[in-house]
């Protein structure tokens, strides 16, 4: 089975401090993205990669950065976390041609 | 301009009975298309997809549909079981670009309820 791995599942972290939500997948899949989820939003994608240092911006990449630097890891960075960025993020990672494998998602909440 | 639409943000369907979910694109270049499953407070689960080469997926009680020339697909789950209620995301792909590495495009989603 295919894993994927965030590194917490609740996070809550003051206004204006980076940020950092790990993501780990086990299937040696090339490609590997963060989305956010909000109600009444459905998942849009903040960030993918489909190779290792390669990084590319998705429908709403302002705020956010990411790092790459190993197959199997994927960080999504908030520079200066805001209260509009308490959210639902959600990792997941996909072989070529096929669908994404999700990890169990990480709460964050900006104070 | 939202490309995979969803038109139903819930539906209340009784135990044993047939649901259907609705989905609908403006993409013409999407050719993959899948329905994930998602609880709260988890990720979403991937459920079935389909090809744009087919129309019909099945797999035990869950079966997609997709009629291209509407640019429409359905997600039937048959018998309906408490469990499935959820929230139903369809999404989907243009595997020309990119091969797919860029991910895919959700719907807003609908929460199926399973009332007993």
């Known amino acids: 089975d295919v894993k994927v791995t965030q590194s917490s599942r609740y996070l809550v972290k003051r206004t204006g401090e980076k940020v950092f939500l790990e993501c780990v997948q086990d299937?040696?899949?090339?490609?590997m993205f963060w989305y956010r989820q909000d109600p009444g939003l459905g998942l849009r994608l903040i960030y993918f990669?489909?190779?290792?240092?390669?990084?590319e911006k998705g429908d709403i990449p302002e705020g956010y950065s990411v790092s790459r630097e190993k197959k199997e890891r994927f960080s999504l960075i908030l520079e200066s976390a805001s209260t509009n960025q308490t959210s639902m993020y959600l990792c997941?990672?996909?072989?070529?041609?096929?669908?994404?494998?999700f990890g169990q998602g990480t709460r964050l909440t900006v104070v | 301009d939202q490309q995979v639409k969803q038109n139903s943000p819930s539906l209340s369907v009784q135990e044993g009975r047939i649901s259907i979910l609705n989905c609908d694109y403006t993409?013409?270049?999407?050719?993959?298309f899948l329905w994930y499953k998602k609880y709260p407070a988890e990720g979403p689960t991937f459920l079935i997809s389909?090809?744009?080469?087919?129309d019909k997926n099945e797999d035990g009680r869950f079966t997609v549909f997709l009629n291209k020339s509407a640019k429409h697909l359905s997600l039937h789950i048959v018998p309906s079981q408490p469990g499935d209620s959820a929230v139903y995301f369809c999404?989907?792909?243009?595997?020309?670009?990119?091969?797919?590495?860029?991910?895919?495009?959700f719907g807003k989603g609908t929460h199926l309820i399973i009332q007993p």
């Open positions: 999404a989907a792909s243009d595997r020309g670009r990119l091969g797919g590495a860029d991910g895919l495009t």
């Open positions: 990669s489909y190779d290792v240092k390669m990084k």
């Open positions: 993409n013409s270049m999407f050719d993959y």
């Open positions: 997941a990672s996909s072989p070529q041609g096929a669908g994404a494998f």
């Open positions: 389909i090809s744009s080469i087919k």
């Open positions: 299937m040696d899949h090339e490609n």
